[in-house]
C-alpha cells in the first residue's frame, strides 16, 4: 500500500511539474511577443491612448467607453461594447456585448451576449447568450442560449438551450438539448444525444447508439396488457414510453398512456433488478383528455435472462391512483378489488392505493 501511495504521489508530482513548465513556457514565449503596456484608456478604436498601434501591443489594463482592440491583453481589460484581442488573452475580459480571442485565452471571460475563442481555453466563460470555443477547453461555460466547443472539454458545459462539443470529461446541463460525440460524466436535458457515453443521461429523451434499449410486453392487475420501450444511454437511467388497456367489455373500456424512468442493476450473475416509476394518464369511456385520472406506479422488476436478449421478467408493484373522473359508483372508478388505501379528499379527489404484480417478457 506504501509502494502504491509512493508511485501516485510521484505521477502527480510529474504531472504538475509538466504542467508548470508547460504553462512557464507558454508564458516566456507570451512575453516575448508584443510590447507591454501598462494601460490603455480609450474610447473607440483607434480613439485610444494606444492610438494607430492597438493591434501591436499587448496592454496589462485596458478601460474603454465602446470597445476596444489589441494584439494581446496580459491583464483586465473593460469595455461597454466588445473587446477584441487577435492573438491571446491572459487575464480577465469584460463586455457589455460581445469579447472575442483570435487564439488561446487562459483566464475568464464575461460578456453580455457572445464570447468567441478561436484556440484553446483554459479558465471560463459567462455569456449571456452564448460561448464559442474553436479548439478545446478545460473550465467551465455558462450560457443563456448555448456554449460550443469544436473539440474536447474537460469540465462543466451548463446552458439554456443547448450544449454542444466533441467530447465531454464533466457534465452537461441544458434547459433543451445535450450534443456530444463521447462523454464521461453527465448529460441532463430534455433531449440528451451521445455517440458514446460514461454516466447518466437524465432527461424526457436519451439517444445513444451503444446505448441502452428493451422492448416489453407484460400483465398486470390495473391495465390487463401493457407494451414499453425503454432507452437510454446505459443502463444506469432510461427513459420509458408505455401503453396500457384492460380487456374490453360492454360497460367500460379503459387504456392508458405513460412515460417513467427506470435504473437497472445486476444483483447475481445473470440475474438482474430494474427500480422503475411510471405515471399513466387513464382515459375511460365518456371521459375528456383534461380529467385527472392516473395511475401512478413504483415498479421493482426481477428481470431472468432465457436466451440471447429475451428475459423473463416478475415485477411486483406499488400503485397510486389519482382521479376526479366521475362514474356511477362515485368518484373514481374501482380498478381492483383490494386497496390498502382509500380516501376522498376535500377537494374531491379520489386516492386508491394498493399493492400488485405483473409478469412479461423482455426483448
Request: glycine share 12%.
Amino acid at each position: 500500500m506504501k509502494t502504491l501511495l509512493l508511485h501516485l504521489s510521484a505521477c502527480l508530482l510529474i504531472i504538475s511539474q509538466a504542467y508548470a513548465q508547460d504553462t512557464l513556457n507558454k508564458q516566456k514565449d507570451r512575453q516575448n511577443r508584443y510590447p507591454k503596456r501598462a494601460a490603455q484608456i480609450g474610447f473607440i478604436p483607434p480613439l485610444s491612448t494606444n492610438g494607430l498601434e492597438s493591434g501591436k501591443v499587448s496592454n496589462r489594463f485596458s478601460l474603454n467607453a465602446l470597445g476596444s482592440y489589441a494584439a494581446a491583453l496580459d491583464g483586465v481589460e473593460m469595455s461597454g461594447l466588445f473587446n477584441i484581442e487577435k492573438d491571446y488573452v491572459d487575464g480577465v475580459q469584460f463586455a457589455g456585448i460581445v469579447n472575442s480571442v483570435g487564439n488561446e485565452l487562459e483566464g475568464a471571460q464575461f460578456a453580455g451576449i457572445t464570447n468567441i475563442v478561436g484556440g484553446n481555453v483554459h479558465g471560463s466563460q459567462f455569456g449571456g447568450i452564448a460561448n464559442v470555443v474553436g479548439k478545446g477547453m478545460k473550465g467551465a461555460q455558462f450560457a443563456g442560449i448555448a456554449n460550443l466547443v469544436g473539440q474536447d472539454i474537460r469540465g462543466v458545459q451548463i446552458a439554456g438551450i443547448a450544449n454542444i462539443a466533441n467530447a465531454v470529461t464533466g457534465p452537461q446541463i441544458a434547459g433543451i438539448v445535450n450534443i456530444a460525440g463521447r462523454i464521461k460524466g453527465a448529460q441532463i436535458g430534455l433531449i440528451n444525444i451521445a455517440q458514446d457515453i460514461d454516466g447518466p443521461q437524465i432527461g424526457l429523451i436519451s439517444l445513444s447508439p451503444n446505448g441502452y434499449r428493451r422492448f416489453e410486453v407484460w400483465a398486470s392487475d390495473a391495465l390487463h396488457a401493457n407494451v414499453a420501450f425503454k432507452m437510454g444511454g446505459n443502463r444506469q437511467f432510461y427513459n420509458i414510453f408505455a401503453l396500457g388497456a384492460t380487456v374490453p367489455t360492454t360497460n367500460r373500456n379503459r387504456w392508458g398512456y405513460g412515460y417513467g424512468i427506470g435504473t437497472n442493476q445486476p444483483i447475481g450473475k445473470r440475474v438482474q433488478l430494474s427500480l422503475e416509476a411510471i405515471s399513466y394518464q387513464i382515459h375511460e369511456e365518456n371521459t375528456t383528455w383534461d380529467q385527472l385520472n392516473m395511475l401512478n406506479q413504483a415498479r421493482f422488476s426481477f428481470i431472468f435472462p432465457i436466451r440471447n436478449r429475451m428475459a423473463f421478467t416478475l415485477t411486483p408493484t406499488f400503485n397510486v391512483q389519482v382521479s376526479r373522473l366521475e362514474v356511477a359508483e362515485g368518484i373514481g372508478s374501482e380498478w381492483v378489488g383490494w386497496s390498502v388505501y382509500d380516501h376522498l379528499t376535500d377537494n374531491g379527489t379520489r386516492v386508491r392505493m394498493w399493492p400488485g404484480a405483473t409478469v412479461g417478457l423482455q426483448f
